[in-house]
């Protein structure tokens, strides 16, 4: 049963889908809805850049939605509904004037236009500005920094009575999660990434020559600074040649010290596996084989003093998929959703893993991140613009 909230959605959507025919030339019957530019209903249609035209609104409502991430997780609708109305407003390529203006967007309701009016008058968001003083708030923000904590652990560590990071730290029960903790939690600049996926290239070419690799994540999508680093390595023109590769890879970054001895976070070769055994079958194309490393990153006597410890994504891709693989650890994360449900839409399943056709499991090419938008009537967005998220 639909909401009125969902009926009004469709009719944002329905009214941009009315637009797009009217500047085609097949209709004229929207041309008096607006003299603002059409927003697209989902990220992977529309541009996001960083900063964007209204980043001092999505600033002041950024805290409303962590703290619904932090309550009741990224996945959950309470999340995702101002996820995704902020993602709206990111996009959004003219100044709001109003939170009436804002309404207009897509999944822009009546509670968000509210405070946007609110900062518009006041410069401030009084509901987010109090959860600078919400202990409750505060303490699951902190816990959640902690590696393997997501937003039930910390519930359960709050009710436990749990207040930090620190408490955590000082309790000596999480020696593990703490040993690299604070440098994990110090952002990473550019050319310290460049410098990583360097050494991990080195390694690499001593392994196997030939391979290619792509840094993702948001420093592909301009961040100056980063959280994490994602490497995709692949071996261009040389399928199954990446085959087994991130275990060798893996043991060789332990045994020259780059990874500690108990750097290896995660650990998962699915694709290799499936790859190796016959009669599997091979229609959850989704799981790349991956790792997530602690690495240790030499000091050089100048930017770096002493050795930093980061984190690190090695993930291996074929090459007939690369694009798929590139394209799916390039976006946001509003932006890798909408993707997906445009795909589903489709009658596709995309993922990291490659493009593929529901219920026949036919792939579909994917060399180049171009291929997928194609295949998916979509234009292309440079990873620059895929910032959708605040």
């Not at 045994?255 to 499936?274: C, N, V, W």
Request: glycine residues 8%.
């Amino acid at each position: 049963m639909s909401t009125m909230g969902d009926e009004e959605d469709e009719e944002k959507a329905a009214r941009y889908e009315g637009i797009e025919e009217e500047a085609s030339g097949e209709t004229t019957s929207l041309s008096t809805l607006s003299h603002r530019p059409a927003v697209p209903p989902l990220a992977c249609m529309r541009y996001s850049p960083r900063p964007c035209v209204n980043q001092d609104i999505v600033d002041a409502l950024k805290p409303l939605r962590d703290w619904r991430f932090a309550e009741y997780g990224s996945g959950s609708p309470e999340g995702i509904s101002y996820a995704t109305a902020i993602s709206v407003i990111i996009a959004c390529p003219y100044k709001l004037g109003s939170g009436e203006e804002a309404r207009a967007l897509f999944k822009v309701g009546g509670k968000i236009a509210l405070r946007i009016d609110e900062y518009l008058e006041t410069g401030r968001v009084k509901e987010a500005d109090d959860l600078a003083h919400n202990a409750r708030y505060q303490a699951l923000k902190s816990l959640m920094t902690v590696h393997g904590v997501g937003h039930h652990t910390a519930k359960e560590l709050y009710e436990q009575g749990y207040r930090s990071a620190e408490d955590m730290r000082r309790s000596g029960k999480w020696e593990k999660e703490f040993r690299y903790h604070d440098d994990i939690q110090e952002p990473i600049p550019r050319s310290e990434v460049q410098s990583i996926e360097r050494f991990v290239k080195l390694q690499l070419d001593r392994i196997q020559r030939g391979s290619h690799i792509v840094i993702t994540g948001g420093y592909r999508r301009g961040k100056v600074m980063s959280n994490d680093v994602d490497l995709l390595i692949t071996f261009p023109h040389q399928d199954d040649k990446e085959r087994g590769i991130l275990r060798k890879l893996c043991r060789r970054l332990e045994a020259k010290g780059l990874i500690p001895p108990d750097g290896i976070l995660s650990f998962s070769e699915p694709a290799t596996l499936r790859s190796i055994k016959e009669n599997k079958n091979a229609t959850s194309f989704d799981s790349l084989d991956k790792a997530l490393v602690v690495f240790r990153h030499p000091a050089n006597g100048t930017t770096r003093k002493r050795d930093m410890y980061r984190r690190v994504d090695l993930i291996i891709s074929r090459w007939p998929s690369f694009g798929a693989a590139v394209m799916g650890w390039s976006g946001s994360t509003q932006f890798e959703r909408d993707l997906r449900k445009h795909a589903e839409k489709l009658g596709y399943k995309f993922d990291s893993g490659g493009l593929r056709v529901r219920g026949t499991h036919e792939v579909v090419p994917t060399l180049m991140e171009k291929d997928v938008f194609r295949a998916l009537k979509l234009k292309y967005i440079p990873p620059e613009y895929r910032n959708a998220d605040p």
